[in-house]
């Protein structure tokens, strides 16, 4: 069996992370060796179960280190790309991280997968359906031209088009996959699901943004990265797939449903100003990587949400240290802007 060299960027993240999981358990190809570049402190951490898993890897560095990505890639066959600044609200406090991470951070592994030594890696670039904007209604396939609204969704349109340019200026293989709102265990407490589980079990408001009636697609972790693994497998060259199907619902309903899973009534609900330039709705049209690679969604959301709810709950020792460092309480005296934490 020849051994895949794969580098995950991002890999200590919420979805590399949980890819990582995936490519070392006991769904994965069994033939990789997997590195993770992060500039975070913490690495992913192989599951247990994995004892005849191929070797892992955790290099802290950042992804815009010339010399460091390209004697990285230089070992590595292919290269999934996850290192990014993922958080929507943050991108309105200040767009100029988000700008140097997701556009120069692709760019330059991309550089150094076209320029690696034993031939061009394969570069699997993991987007986002905010890069299309946000239609009132219908749904968009990937033949739809981006039209993103936060510096977030800029940053990442910016970076697929810069990936899409290599494959075609150049000729390496790039693939591009963009994907709707996950959601699961090791989610960062900024983001709307983790933030307000984590402030009903702790007794506190959660803040509400407008009306609630912005909708998102939820998808299960484990759905996701199901995602990009068929894709990095068995995709195309050159080739965009949108991955989604999880379960459409307004921040509102999302509210209800926690709030029954904490047993905590509509008192507990912080009404809050809308997010400036709040996309109402990323419904993508998913067809194309269900019709050619099979692509499901398998998680039912209910029994999906309360499971995550349960994890959060038995595991306060992983997002106590996050929580305060990352979000304020609602109701606590804070900068309004912390407050936002929807993505
Ligand atoms: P995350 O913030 O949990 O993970 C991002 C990772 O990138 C972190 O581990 C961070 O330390 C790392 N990183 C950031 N800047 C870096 C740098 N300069 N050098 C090296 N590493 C750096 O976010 P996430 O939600 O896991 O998102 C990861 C990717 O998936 C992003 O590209 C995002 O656009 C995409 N995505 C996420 C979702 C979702 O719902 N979470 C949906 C679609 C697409």
């Known amino acids: 069996m020849t051994t895949t060299r794969i580098l995950v960027t991002g890999g200590a993240g919420f979805t590399g992370s949980h890819h990582v999981r995936t490519l070392l358990g006991p769904a994965g190809p069994g033939d990789a060796e997997i590195t993770v570049p992060d ?105 739809d031209p981006p039209r993103p609204n936060s510096p977030y969704a800029a940053s990442k349109a910016s970076s697929d088009l810069d990936a899409l340019s290599y494959h075609r200026t150049h000729g390496p293989d790039v693939r591009v996959t963009r994907c709707s709102n996950n959601y699961g265990h090791h989610h960062l407490p900024e983001k709307v699901i983790p933030l307000f589980v984590t402030n009903l079990l702790d007794g506190h408001r959660v803040p509400l943004y407008g009306e609630g009636l912005n909708v998102r697609d939820r998808l299960h972790i484990d759905d996701h990265v199901q995602g990009p693994e068929l894709v990095r497998t068995g995709g195309r060259p050159g080739e965009v797939y949108n991955i989604g199907g999880g379960t459409e619902l307004s921040n509102k309903e999302l509210a209800t449903l926690l709030l029954d899973l904490a047993g905590a009534t509509w008192d507990s609900v912080e009404h809050v100003p809308d997010r400036p330039g709040h996309d109402l709705r990323y419904p993508v049209d998913c067809t194309k990587i269900s019709r050619e690679l099979g692509h499901r969604p398998r998680k039912d959301f209910t029994q999906g949400l309360a499971e995550t709810f349960a994890w959060y709950r038995d595991h306060r020792t992983w997002r106590e240290p996050l929580k305060h460092k990352a979000v304020p309480r609602a109701g606590e005296r804070a900068p309004r802007e912390r407050h936002r934490a929807w993505r």
């Open 39 to 143: 500039n975070s402190p913490t690495p992913a951490t192989p599951p247990a179960s994995t004892r005849s898993a191929p070797p892992f890897r955790f290099v802290h560095g950042d992804i815009c280190d010339t010399p460091l990505v390209a004697g990285l890639v230089a070992g590595h066959e292919q290269i999934v790309h996850f290192a990014a600044e993922s958080h929507v609200d943050r991108s309105l406090l200040g767009a100029a991280e988000f700008i140097t991470t997701n556009v120069l951070g692709t760019q330059t592994p991309l550089d150094a997968a076209r320029r690696r030594p034993g031939g061009p890696a394969r570069f699997l670039h993991v987007s986002t359906d905010e890069v299309y904007g946000s239609p009132a209604e219908g749904s968009w396939p990937e033949s």
